[in-house]
């Protein structure tokens, strides 16, 4: 064989070991768009089996099919998740698009939830987690002061305003009130105090523990989502 005849043949072949030599590109992931907890220490009701979840991501797969801050996942396609990277692993093993069962437990009450998976985004320092809202907002108290309304020295935060037609308003919760405990969670700053809404889940009620002139009250609050900045 003749010198040219080799290098064209050489020319020919080399295009296709260069295709097979370059990697492939990335297989697309499912998304579902919820911050996944650890599960804590097994009890005896079984409550605390599962994946708990965190936070949900706005107009994520997660939210669009209901999941909520504080449910458990127990399954994902019948089949039964213990770790946040079980869950993970089952999640990203399905193809966007991709519908998918979810076993939940939400408070005592199991479920399953239909989800279509999205696609992961590439740029995930812009997404946010939905915010729950009760339409309240408080101010620190130090310890003499917690007292004196009637709460416990370690805990407690005074209403300082109440914003007119929210849940906080219905549930009557009013300005001067000081609010010790959320969903069972003590509240020892302003600061805590929508983080402990926000994580007992939109669309879920929450019991909020007062000192009134003195008095322990209990309250009972629907939580919505919170309204964008301007709606505010």
């Given at each position: 064989?003749?010198?040219s005849?080799?290098?064209?043949?050489?020319?020919?072949?080399?295009?296709?070991?260069?295709?097979?030599a370059?990697p492939?590109?990335?297989?697309?992931?499912?998304?579902?768009?919820?911050?996944?907890e650890?599960a804590?220490?097994p009890s005896d009701d079984g409550?605390?089996?599962?994946?708990?979840?965190?936070?949900?991501?706005?107009?994520?797969?997660?939210?669009?099919?209901?999941?909520r801050?504080?449910?458990?996942?127990l399954?994902?396609?019948r089949?039964?998740?213990?770790t946040?990277?079980e869950t993970i692993?089952?999640?990203?093993g399905?193809?966007p698009?991709s519908?998918?069962?979810l076993?939940?437990?939400?408070?005592?009450d199991?479920?399953?939830?239909k989800?279509?998976l999205?696609?992961a985004?590439?740029?995930?320092?812009?997404?946010?987690?939905?915010?729950?809202?009760?339409?309240?907002?408080?101010i620190?108290?130090?310890a003499?002061?917690r007292e004196?309304?009637?709460?416990?020295?370690?805990?407690?935060?005074?209403?300082?305003?109440?914003?007119?037609?929210?849940?906080a308003?219905?549930?009557?919760?009013d300005v001067g009130?000081v609010?010790?405990?959320?969903g069972?969670?003590?509240?020892?700053?302003?600061?805590?105090?929508?983080?402990?809404?926000?994580g007992?889940?939109i669309?879920?009620?929450?019991?909020?523990?007062?000192?009134?002139t003195?008095?322990?009250?209990t309250?009972e609050s629907v939580?919505?989502?919170a309204?964008?900045?301007d709606?505010?």
């Open positions: 064989m003749r010198k005849t080799v290098f064209g043949l050489v020319v020919l072949v080399l295009p296709f070991l260069v295709a097979a370059s492939a590109p990335p297989l697309e992931r499912g998304w579902l768009g919820a911050y996944l650890g804590p220490p409550k605390s089996e599962g994946v708990g979840v965190g936070g949900v991501v706005e107009d994520s797969p997660a939210e669009e099919a209901g999941l801050a504080s449910d458990r996942i399954a994902v396609d089949k039964t998740v213990r946040v990277d692993a089952a999640i990203r399905m193809s698009e519908w998918i069962s076993s939940v437990r939400r408070g005592s199991p479920f399953d939830l989800v279509r999205g696609t985004p590439s740029d995930t320092a812009r997404l946010k987690l939905a915010r729950g809202w009760i339409g309240a907002e408080a620190d108290l130090p003499s002061l004196f309304f009637g709460a416990p020295s370690d805990s407690g935060v005074m209403v300082s305003a109440v914003v007119e037609g929210s849940p308003e219905s549930a009557g919760l009130d609010v010790y405990s959320v069972g969670e003590p509240v020892r700053s302003a600061a805590e105090l929508p983080l402990l809404v926000s007992e889940g669309g879920n009620k929450v019991e909020i523990e007062i000192a009134r003195g008095k322990a009250i309250l939580i919505t989502k309204p964008k900045e709606e505010e």
